[in-house]
């Protein structure tokens, strides 16, 4: 099996940032199905984020790439220019530009590959045309919310816990030390697994989302804390939603802990798998100590995430630890008590 094309690898890391350190140490037969699979989701959501483009027209967009995912092997990319502007990236033009090469790389992944990879992706196109539809505008004054704690379960899902699965069977296809796994385990921690990635971007970026009218936290669990969705718009709300606050960050430490028996799971000569599966529990638990820690999280201006400089601590921790065992575990208890400390009782 080849490895990515090195024209889509330089993409790839052009539009996946901390992502693409993950991919980046895969074993190489790894690389090509989750490197296109992630190139294809980037296009969609491309589409979905586009302003100017009507929101109509995205939904039908969309639509036509799930539906030639479908199409035989070879067979023509979609043309997506048109949801070009001049709000994009370079590098997320660069996407819809040459998704023939995408499309292409797509065409020559193994069939099971491909049955993979365009499930997962059109997991993951319905989840975006599903939040065009939850959240009709695009300004805090069209500000609007899920409704209940199944609704937010549901969203990570389909922005990310679907991954984790497809990962899972990427991985049980190729790598012969792992073909024993127990599949529905496996996969519902590695459902877990892309839910507790998603869950921290929803914190995260709680504050940005809210004046682009999406408010993830549920309605319900705002009333049941005498909150509106609208209150969060308000900086000053912090104290008042700082107990939901607590109780969400609580239910991503359990996704991440799902995570780690994922990662406990792998046999000890899956180096490769083992760094690509660290790197991300250890920088989500990081940047979930900086949420818990954060007196401007609701404030737009204020953008919560980790540093570089702590980026590469953790990858130069990580590699340096991978031999041995309980230094990576007393790694990542510290790093989760860091959050809990956070928390406090």
């Not at 991954?163 to 590695?190: I, K, N, S, Y």
């Not at 599966?277 to 999280?297: E, H, K, N, Q, Y």
Request: charged residues 25%; hydrophobic residues 45%; aromatic residues 6%.
């Amino acid at each position: 099996m080849r490895d990515i094309p090195a024209p889509l690898r330089r993409l790839l890391k052009q539009v996946s940032r901390s992502f693409f350190l993950s991919i980046a140490v895969l074993p190489g037969s790894l690389r090509r199905p989750i490197g296109v699979a992630y190139l294809l989701a980037r296009a969609a959501d491309t589409v979905a984020d586009t302003r100017i483009v009507t929101r109509p027209d995205r939904l039908r967009i969309l639509d036509g790439l799930r539906q030639a995912l479908d199409a035989p092997a070879g067979s023509s990319a979609p043309d997506l220019t048109g949801a070009l502007t001049g709000s994009q990236s370079p590098a997320e033009r660069a996407v819809l530009l040459r998704l023939d090469e995408v499309f292409a790389a797509f065409a020559e992944l193994l069939p099971g590959d491909r049955r993979g990879v365009r499930d997962v992706v059109q997991r993951l196109i319905q989840g975006m045309q599903t939040d065009l539809t939850t959240f009709p505008g695009e300004t805090e004054a069209e500000l609007a919310a899920l409704e209940a704690r199944a609704d937010l379960d549901r969203y990570t899902y389909f922005a990310a816990g679907c991954v984790g699965e497809f990962w899972t069977e990427m991985t049980m296809a190729h790598r012969p030390a792992c073909r024993a796994w127990d599949g529905d385990l496996r996969g519902r921690q590695g459902k877990r697994f892309g839910q507790a990635l998603q869950m921290t971007n929803v914190l995260r970026d709680l504050a940005q989302d809210l004046r682009i009218g999406r408010c993830y936290v549920p309605r319900q669990e705002l009333l049941a804390h005498g909150l509106r969705p609208a209150d969060l718009l308000h900086p000053g709300s912090l104290e008042r939603f700082r107990p939901l606050l607590a109780d969400l960050l609580r239910l991503t430490l359990t996704y991440y802990a799902e995570a780690w028996d994922y990662i406990a799971a792998l046999p000890g000569t899956e180096v490769r798998m083992r760094l690509a599966c660290l790197l991300p529990v250890f920088i989500g638990l990081a940047t979930l100590d900086r949420i818990a820690c954060a007196r401007g999280l609701l404030d737009p201006a204020v953008h919560v995430k980790i540093p570089r400089s702590t980026v590469r601590g953790i990858l130069l921790r990580s590699v340096a630890a991978l031999g041995n065992g309980s230094a990576l575990a007393g790694y990542h208890r510290g790093l989760r008590a860091a959050v809990e400390r956070a928390l406090g009782p």
